[in-house]
């Protein structure tokens, strides 16, 4: 089976760098400065797969198990982002996240790559714009192998084996996101 291309991405890259190397070969006399522009633990994917770990089910023993010790990272996916000025009023926006992991689910690392572009209508004016693409970064949740007694061990979906769902039906329910991929920015600042 052929995986399907994912033609839209490919553009996006080849847009954003084909941006990147005109702003460079502008900027060829220009020393580049790098800055760091944000950095942070967390994302909404994150808090998505902590909100996962709620709850639990008691055993036919009457013992209770929590989904908590399931969905608990002992990293949480850090974000770091830069930006190179390549001129006075132009710079390339990029990042990485490192991802994050349980024993129930996976973030993938990520890498954020853009560019920013100012410009001055009149002295007290800027108009910004910015457009960042991320790559991976994906929330992708691992099912469980549940024993059924008599009825045998089945792969299902952690949160839901213990349900009234049949074991194969809950597959269809694990998280499977992506994280926002594109951003777009447009600022207008007057001062007076």
């Not at 060829?28 to 522009?37: D, I, R």
């Not at 001129?87 to 490192?98: A, N, V």
Request: net charge negative; glycine share 10%; proline share 4%.
């Amino acid at each position: 089976m052929r995986e399907r291309s994912n033609i839209r991405g490919g553009l996006c890259v080849a847009a954003l760098l084909s941006c990147t190397f005109l702003c460079a070969s502008a900027a060829t006399a220009q020393e580049w400065t790098t800055s760091f522009v944000d950095v942070h633990q967390g994302s909404p994917l994150s808090d998505r797969a902590r909100g996962l770990g709620n709850g639990g089910y008691e055993l036919q023993s009457g013992s209770w198990v929590s989904f908590s010790r399931w969905y608990h990272a002992s990293w949480v996916d850090m974000h770091v982002d830069l930006l190179t000025q390549i001129t006075p009023d132009t710079g390339i926006l990029w990042g990485f996240g490192t991802g994050e992991q349980a024993e129930k689910y996976r973030i993938q690392p990520s890498l954020k790559l853009g560019f920013l572009t100012q410009t001055h209508p009149n002295p007290n004016s800027t108009l910004s714009l910015s457009v960042t693409s991320t790559f991976g970064g994906n929330l992708t949740e691992k099912p469980c192998v549940a024993d059924y007694g008599d009825l045998g061990s089945y792969s299902v979906n952690c949160r839901l084996a213990a349900g009234e769902t049949a074991p194969e039906e809950t597959l269809k329910y694990l998280v499977s996101a992506k994280p926002e991929t594109m951003h777009l920015w447009l600022n207008y600042r007057l001062t007076f």
